[in-house]
């Protein structure tokens, strides 16, 4: 997956994770994967991303 890409994936990812705020961001990663046909081994990272920016979310403004 080229670096432009891969950065287009993130950001599409962490503003569906604040539009959405997913219970489950396994399943939340592996339907988006199979959805937007993303290359394979790239579902740890993506879990990884969703799971900060949830904690992003629910955590107080400073």
């Known amino acids: ?3 432009r890409s891969h ?3 993130q950001e599409s990812l962490r503003e569906l994770t604040r539009i959405f705020r997913p219970k489950d961001s396994r399943k939340f990663v592996k339907e988006y994967i199979r959805k937007y046909r ?3 081994g790239y579902e740890d990272e993506l879990t990884m991303l969703v799971d900060r920016e949830l904690t992003k ?5 400073s």
């Open 57 to 61: 979310l629910n955590s107080p403004a």
């Open 38 to 40: 993303i290359t394979g």
């Open 7 to 9: 950065n287009e994936v």
């Open 1 to 3: 997956m080229a670096k």
